[in-house]
């Protein structure tokens, strides 16, 4: 029996719908790719699942968030664990970020509690609260251009946004996919673009990979605000003006599958 190319299998797979599901089996792990890899060392502290790990810009710290609710932050290099602390979550945390020209001091953290916290780790103190998703937090995202905002996406289908610098404890939502997709839909995953921090990727339960931009739908927003006479930033009339999203799909996958989820979305190359 030959052996099988991936170059062959990636050919067949983009001309051949049926052949999706077995590339993905045969190709999820290989011999090759395993033994290549070798662990170096494991950090332990959490007492549950790590769901969540984040670099900082540098490369010398890892931020974890684990079931446990806390957060760690750990030197990889030397192996050793510089700091914990319980977050002040009620459930499992599913991720967790450094905020932008902070010092790597500030670390915001999202959870199955649908909290989002914002954490001064020098001190162990969590500094902000925002209660404002009604279903599970699943991702956090910042963006180096704008230091004090960041954003979250939820399993209420909501994508929010956070600036520090205003005295509400409240966020905006910036998109709710409930609009145009139905009660039902879930936001898993989001991602800013690092080299142009305008443009925000999203994924939820479905293939599409979802990708807006940020700057034409403030632009919209305040347009309709100032015509109104009155700022509303969430304006139920068309909050998302034409050409600020645009929908992707990969083309290999099949699309008999009864159910679809884009857990993950990423830029690349990321710099």
């Given at each position: 029996m030959s052996q099988r190319n991936i170059t062959t299998d990636l050919l067949n797979r983009r001309i051949q719908e049926n052949r999706a599901l077995s590339f993905q089996r045969h190709y999820h792990v290989t011999?090759?790719?395993?033994?290549?890899?070798?662990?170096?060392?494991?950090?332990?502290?959490?007492?549950?699942?790590?769901?969540?790990?984040?670099?900082?810009?540098?490369?010398?710290l890892l931020a974890s968030g684990s079931d446990d609710q806390h957060v760690m932050v750990w030197d990889p290099l030397r192996h050793r664990k510089l700091m914990s602390m319980h977050t002040g979550h009620a459930a499992n945390i599913?991720?967790?970020?450094?905020?932008?020209?902070?010092?790597?001091?500030?670390?915001?953290?999202g959870?199955?509690?649908?909290?989002?916290?914002?954490?001064?780790?020098?001190?162990?103190?969590?500094?902000?609260?925002?209660?404002?998703?009604?279903?599970?937090?699943?991702?956090i995202a910042t963006a180096p251009m704008?230091?004090?905002t960041f954003w979250s996406a939820a399993e209420d289908g909501v994508i929010r946004q956070y600036d520090l610098r205003e005295s509400s404890k409240c966020s905006d939502v910036l998109i709710d996919l409930t609009e145009y997709c139905g009660q039902l839909v879930e936001a898993k995953c989001l991602a800013v673009n690092p080299r142009d921090n305008n443009y925000l990727a999203v994924g939820a339960n479905g293939p599409f990979v979802r990708l807006y931009d940020i700057r034409m739908i403030h632009n919209h927003r305040k347009s309709?605000?100032?015509?109104?006479?009155?700022?509303?930033?969430?304006?139920?009339?068309?909050?998302?003006?034409d050409g600020a999203g645009q929908y992707y799909v990969a083309g290999h996958l099949p699309v008999k599958l009864p159910i679809i989820i884009t857990g993950c979305v990423c830029w690349w190359p990321p710099m």
């Open positions: 011999d090759p790719f395993i033994k290549r890899l070798g662990l170096e060392a494991e950090l332990q502290g959490h007492t549950g699942c790590v769901n969540c790990l984040e670099w900082n810009e540098k490369g010398d599913f991720s967790v970020k450094f905020l932008p020209h902070s010092g790597d001091r500030i670390l915001v953290t959870a199955a509690d649908t909290k989002v916290h914002v954490h001064d780790i020098s001190v162990k103190e969590t500094i902000h609260m925002f209660s404002d998703h009604t279903n599970r937090v699943k991702r704008w230091p004090n309709l605000s100032q015509s109104a006479g009155v700022y509303t930033f969430c304006d139920k009339q068309k909050p998302i003006p």
